[in-house]
């Protein structure tokens, strides 16, 4: 089992960027595949992106050439880089993890793991 931390979340205008962390307890980290998953108010969760075991990524087609998924196994650590943020992308940002195969979690967008999440706010 691990356990998910999130931070790097905040206050931003329209056009900035911030960047997510996803800490993660546990040596075995790096056999994990790694998610981020967003949630707006009143708004079902959605897939934002993931990474593999081998650093392969998804993303979600809204996401697409703003954001940028990394780990760094070393340090137990996945990161988001958000650019060029938007109001809708307004949101508590969960990561999540697990190790089942990478084709199972892009298919099903089905994480076991999950942390607190981090709220992002960007402002008009």
Do not use: H
Not at 7 to 34: H, I, M, N, P
Not at 60 to 69: C, Q, Y
Not at 81 to 105: H, I
């Amino acid at each position: 089992q691990v356990q998910l931390e999130e931070s790097g979340g905040g206050l931003v205008q329209a056009g900035g960027s911030l960047r997510l962390s996803c800490a993660a307890s546990g040596r075995t980290f790096s056999s994990y595949v790694v998610g981020w998953f967003r949630q707006a108010p009143g708004k079902e969760r959605e897939f934002v992106s993931a990474i593999s075991r081998s650093g392969a990524s998804d993303y979600a087609d809204s996401v697409k050439g703003r954001f940028t998924i990394t780990r760094d196994n070393a340090k137990n650590t996945v990161y988001l880089q958000m650019n060029s943020l938007k109001p809708e992308d307004t949101a508590v940002y969960y990561c999540a993890a697990d190790t089942r195969g990478w084709s199972f979690v892009v298919a099903s967008k089905r994480l076991a793991f999950w942390g607190q999440g981090t709220q992002v706010t960007v402002s008009s």
